[in-house]
Nanobody
C-alpha cells in the first residue's frame, strides 16, 4: 500500500523559510513524478512544483520560481520542497502527490494517482 506522509509545515512571518518533506513508503516505481500542490481556503488545488525521479527534471509554477526548490533524497525515499521568501499568499495546505511515469501535465491534480494528507503552511504579514 502506497503512503505519502508530509511534514515540515508551520507558521512563519513573511520572508521566512520552511522545508516540507514527503516520505514515500510502499512505492515500488523507480521512475515517477513527484509533485507538490497547495490549496488555500476557497480556492482550487494548484500545482506548485514537480520532480521526475527518472532524470531529475524539475518543474515550477511561475508564482514560486526562484523561491521554492524541489529535490529528492533517494536513500530516504523522500521529496523535499524548500520554500524561501515566503509571502502571505503562500498560505495554504500543501500536499504531496506521486504518479508512475514522467511528469506530463505535472500541474494537474488528475495526473497523480497517490496523495498525502497535507501539511499546513501559514505565513503572516
Amino acid at each position: 500500500q502506497v503512503q505519502l506522509v508530509e511534514s515540515g509545515g508551520g507558521s512563519v512571518p513573511a520572508g521566512g523559510s520552511l522545508r516540507l518533506s514527503c516520505a514515500a513508503s510502499g512505492y515500488t516505481y523507480t521512475r515517477n513524478c513527484m509533485g507538490w500542490f497547495r490549496q488555500a481556503p476557497g480556492k482550487e488545488r494548484e500545482g506548485v512544483a514537480a520532480f521526475y525521479t527518472g532524470g531529475g527534471s524539475t518543474y515550477y509554477a511561475d508564482s514560486v520560481k526562484g523561491r521554492f526548490t524541489i529535490s529528492q533524497d533517494n536513500t530516504k525515499n523522500t521529496v523535499y520542497l524548500q520554500m524561501n521568501s515566503l509571502q502571505p499568499e503562500d498560505t495554504a495546505m500543501y500536499y504531496c502527490a506521486a504518479d508512475p511515469g514522467r511528469c506530463g501535465w505535472w500541474w494537474a491534480t488528475y495526473d497523480y494517482k497517490y496523495w498525502g494528507q497535507g501539511t499546513q503552511v501559514t505565513v503572516s504579514s
